[in-house]
């Protein structure tokens, strides 16, 4: 499944706005007790996450930059402007073996494990035990999307988005909205400290533009998982847009954070 770098620059400054605050502090605080600490950040897209916590990294922290898309990480090394503390690797996560983790002192992700299966997670999770590597993963969607202005439909609507997060995105059936509480799960059994926090979006007439693609985004998906004829589809994308920038009205998109930490 490959991701546009668009939709990606849409999205950063609702994900950084919604970000836990407390979360990301004990993620920079545990990072603060190592020396030249290398984050890996993987499925790094154009690098939002490493904007993102740019302003509360230690100073001497280094940063490898993984992704499978060669697009996306031009874009990724374009936008470090050749800093030295930042690398990159083009990785294809299903090969963990490619990851290197002897050297790291966390793994951050964002908007990713939503995407992966079970099966993954579970090797993920036991590679990092292996090394006592913790895992900073923001923004794994919950399923929950909520409007303030409601449609007859959207109950079904979002029911059949989520069934279609399920769907193989490249790792397997995803997790999809399973996919922190699995996490959780999967860290903890292995000794981690694990700590979850909401991360959602908040979505209102401001951000009109991540609105209008997140809604055109559920097109395809629907048009994929069936359930709803194209009538029903299109009516119903056409009333979201209509209404998006009408004072009160309010998108919630749920996500959470989590932070699994080597005890
Ligand atoms: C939803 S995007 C999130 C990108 C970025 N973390 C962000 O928050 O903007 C998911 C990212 O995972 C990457 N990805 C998906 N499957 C992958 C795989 N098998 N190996 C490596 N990266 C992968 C995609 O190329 C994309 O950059």
Known sequence: MSFDADWL????????????????????????????PLIIDIGC?????????????????RWLLAD???LLLDEAER??????????????LNDLGGLPLQ???????SALFDLCSEAFSAAFAGKLADRSV????????????????SHPLDDVVVAAFNRHQQTDKGFGVALGPAAAGRLASLFSGRGFRVSTADSSWRL???????????????????????????????DW???????????????????ADLLALPS
Do not use: K
Request: charged residues 20%; contains cysteine; aromatic residues 6%.
């Open 68 to 70: 499978n898309d060669p």
């Open 134 to 149: 913790g895992l900073y993963a923001a923004l794994n969607y919950d399923g929950r999307i909520v409007w303030s202005l």
């Open 204 to 234: 209102s007439g401001e951000n009109a533009a991540l609105q209008r693609a997140f809604i055109e985004g559920f097109r395809q998906p629907l048009q994929e998982i069936g359930g709803l004829t194209s009538g029903d589809i299109e």
């Open 45 to 61: 897209g154009t690098g939002s996450t490493l904007r993102s916590l740019s302003d509360v990294m230690p100073p001497d922290a």
């Open 9 to 36: 620059t849409l999205r950063e400054p609702a994900d950084r706005a919604a970000r836990d605050r407390g979360l990301m502090d004990e993620f920079t605080g545990h990072i603060g007790r190592i020396s030249s």
């Open 103 to 109: 050297e790291a002192a966390m793994v951050s992700a």
């Open 79 to 92: 936008r470090s402007g050749g800093a030295a503390h930042i690398s990159f690797q083009r990785l294809d």
């Open 237 to 255: 994308i056409a009333f979201r847009l209509a209404v998006m920038e009408e004072p009160g009205s309010l998108c919630t998109v749920g996500h």
